[in-house]
């Protein structure tokens, strides 16, 4: 079966991957690939055209996780070897051996073997794996190590001399010490780059932490002069990395006419207009704004198919719910809103929001893009599943982040439950947190008070387990207020930390902990299908 390497962006993208947060078993690049099992039985051959085709597709997709799994597994390989030479290269590290220096560069390229014999440049990776290292270092620590490296290669240009002119030196230790002499080189240029780009980026004011998130988000230093002459400040400059200037400014004037605070936590990053593939379908229409599906490239070449619902400054004329006056939201900006329910979800560690992120429409309106939510909706679920275990317990989650972020609308159509391929529970995720951090909402029960229908949320459930529990009493105002500045507004962060206080007595005095274990046969109901 001949086999599949990947395109050379893909290869790229490969290449360039940062290994510094876990990954699942199984995902490179975003893409889930099967590890350490048995194939199933391969389709044979058949008389019908359709299902040979099927047949080459699916073959060619493992084809595909396979030449990309072996890549990873090259890039991880080389990485332990390029970390082994710098090393050796380190002062802070003792004295500079020269021949330790030499064994660790020849073996650089059988440790990318798993890569470069499925499409991947050498010379690339090494540059690559090189910038990724050396990204991070302090001022200080890059030039020591450049000029190790320089030292080295004088070193070896001159041991290279010596063979030349003796009678007694072999083919193959000359061709030895050329390698070392021309893998020094090409980590010369690429300390000298990097060296004059950080040049350009000090000149500009950035710190090396602030030129590291600069470059993480695709900016370049070439950038930096086209930003000043539209007239982006520094500051702007810096959050505005890996946009084009045109689609900079586009966005600029888009959180002016919304009057959104540009700031680390509401900056577009993945999702922008000109990373949309294709066109963007409408998925709905609610009382504010319209929802439309589409399809994102991230950076690291995969795909990424979420939500995008367009920001309003104002709820539409006759549209203002009742449910938001009388929480205490004025107006129709439920992004920052959104993802600061979805920023203390991840604070508390729970997952049962959906992930959410400013981001951009095909036609570049700002938004938000949320994460497509998998499994059916609570008012479609059947009735059995509310009794399994996992459900239970996942619900009851949800019901005392609610609590938390004052969510008024939690309706039987607001969160989703995902089964496994066994039909048992496996997720359960709220989406449309709209309507929630409203500043009139200090006591967290009070999301329970009807107000005529417009309020649909919870009391605090009496149950919790030692995990929530926990995570709840770690959780500390300030810690809360961190979450959420530039996000919300003072009084709704105030009335936040009086609901987090609350939450935190009611475990204190009233409810009942138990272990994780046996929380679903505590809950009796607590977390049960909503009526509305």
Do not use: C
Not at 217 to 239: R, V
Not at 251 to 271: D, H, M, W
Not at 434 to 456: A, M, Q, T, V, W
């Amino acid at each position: 079966m001949t086999r599949i390497d990947p395109n050379p962006g893909r290869i790229q993208a490969l290449i360039s991957q940062s290994f510094d947060s876990a990954r699942a078993p199984g995902q490179l690049g975003g893409r889930a690939v099967q590890m350490g099992q048995a194939q199933p039985p391969r389709v044979q051959p058949s008389n019908s055209g359709l299902i040979n085709k099927v047949k080459s597709l699916y073959d060619r997709g493992v084809r595909e996780q396979r030449a990309e799994e072996g890549i990873t597994r090259g890039v991880k390989n080389f990485d332990k070897a390029l970390s082994k030479l710098l090393d050796a290269m380190n002062p802070a590290k003792g004295n500079i051996n020269l021949d330790k220096i030499q064994r660790h560069l020849e073996a650089l390229p059988s440790s990318a073997h798993s890569a470069t014999s499925r499409g991947a440049d050498h010379n690339e990776l090494v540059e690559a794996r090189l910038k990724l290292y050396i990204g991070k270092l302090g001022n200080d620590q890059l030039y020591e190590l450049s000029m190790v490296n320089r030292s080295s290669l004088f070193h070896l240009t001159q041991k290279s001399e010596r063979l030349e002119s003796s009678l007694l030196s072999s083919d193959r230790e000359q061709k030895i010490v050329n390698f070392g002499k021309k893998q020094l080189e090409n980590l010369g240029t690429v300390f000298s780059k990097e060296l004059d780009e950080r040049e350009k980026f000090k000149d500009a004011g950035f710190s090396v932490d602030q030129m590291v998130s600069f470059r993480q988000s695709g900016g370049k230093p070439e950038d930096i002069a086209a930003f000043k002459q539209e007239g982006f400040t520094g500051s702007e400059i810096k959050l505005y990395a890996g946009f084009a200037v045109a689609e900079a400014k586009s966005l600029k004037s888009e959180y002016q006419r919304l009057n959104i605070p540009v700031n680390e936590k509401t900056i577009v990053r993945a999702f922008k207009a000109s990373n949309i593939k294709g066109d963007m379908e409408v998925l709905g229409s609610g009382n504010v704004n319209k929802a439309y599906k589409g399809v994102y490239k991230m950076s690291d070449g995969s795909s990424f198919t979420g939500v995008f619902k367009a920001e309003k400054k104002e709820f539409p004329i006759g549209k203002y719910p009742y449910g938001a006056y009388f929480s205490g939201i004025p107006n129709a900006m439920a992004g920052g809103r959104n993802i600061a329910s979805y920023a203390l979800n991840d604070l508390l560690g729970f997952d049962v929001i959906t992930r959410v992120e400013f981001g951009m429409s095909k036609e570049e309106k700002l938004g938000i893009v949320m994460e497509m939510a998998q499994g059916k909706s609570g008012k479609k679920t059947e009735k059995e599943l509310f009794n399994d275990p996992v459900v239970r317990r996942e619900l009851t989650k949800l019901q005392w982040l609610d609590s938390l972020t004052g969510q008024i609308d939690r309706h039987s159509e607001n969160y989703f439950i995902e089964t496994d391929a066994d039909g048992r529970g496996k997720r359960v995720i709220g989406i449309d947190n709209d309507l929630s951090f409203g500043h009139k909402i200090e006591d967290p029960n009070h999301i329970s008070i009807k107000h005529n229908g417009n309020f649909r949320g919870r009391e605090m459930p009496p149950v919790i387990d030692t995990d929530m529990a926990g995570a709840f009493m770690k959780l500390t105002p300030e810690k809360l207020e961190a979450s959420l500045s530039g996000l919300l507004d003072d009084k709704e962060i105030d009335a936040a930390k009086k609901r987090l206080i609350g939450i935190q007595e009611h475990i204190t005095l009233e409810a009942v902990v138990v272990r994780r274990t046996v929380l679903s046969t505590q809950i009796n109901g607590v977390a049960k299908r909503s009526e509305n």
